[in-house]
């Protein structure tokens, strides 16, 4: 059976979209059978990111009830990784019920060694739905505090909730000399750090070509980065799960 572990995070534009699509990569290129999902509803970014802006049927069609969910799978052009992209318009974001996530999700983890779910960041409903629809959580912040301790809020409620927080990824670090450093961080967030994502420049070019940077220069410091957090989440995702479920 495969890992379902989502992306999230305290605060918006912490980098919860880029990190997903450049794991999802990272873990295919390592021979993994991933699938990528975003479960953002309201604010998706996704499927930019991977390269399709064109889907017929998304997960907004799945949580409305006019589609199944493997009529939203899709192949990217990365090996080893299919994606679940979710709409962009309004139209579809109100017929879209969030609740319907996990029980969507979860039975998806029978196909794929990974599911990563983007998730909407905060604790509203459907970012509790998206989240809620993994077993294992990987959190993403940035290097200041309100973002760090806002995080960290999000990290204690999944796990009352149940969810094995495998630890948290500091990413765009570097680019003001306030930013908090890694063992500080660590220290607030009280959980393991899996990965620091320099601020690369390379990362912001990709994104803008709508190619993941893991892809678009695999020698950049930054895609560096993401392929250790790969093989670190390759190393120990699912353990906790396995003790807790």
Known sequence: MGRLISVASGKGGTGKTTTTANLSIALGKMGHRVLAVDADLTMANLSLVMGIDDAETT????????????????????ENVDL????????HVKRADPRGLPGAIKPLKA???????????????????????????????????????DTMKVGIVLKKAGLAVLGFVLNRYGRSDNDIPPDAAEEVMELPLLAVIPEDPKVREATLEGVPVVEYDPDSEGARAFMKLAEEVDRIAGLKARVMY
Request: glycine fraction near 6%.
């Open 111 to 149: 196909g794929y060694d990974f599911v990563l779910i983007d998730c909407p960041a905060g604790l509203q409903m459907d970012a509790m739905n998206a989240m809620l629809s993994g077993e294992e959580v990987i959190l993403i912040t940035n290097p200041e505090i309100s973002c760090i301790t």
């Open 59 to 78: 997960i907004h069609d799945v949580l409305s009830g006019n589609a199944e969910i493997n009529d939203a799978i899709y192949q990217t052009s990365y």
């Open 84 to 91: 679940i992209p979710a709409a962009i318009d309004w139209e």
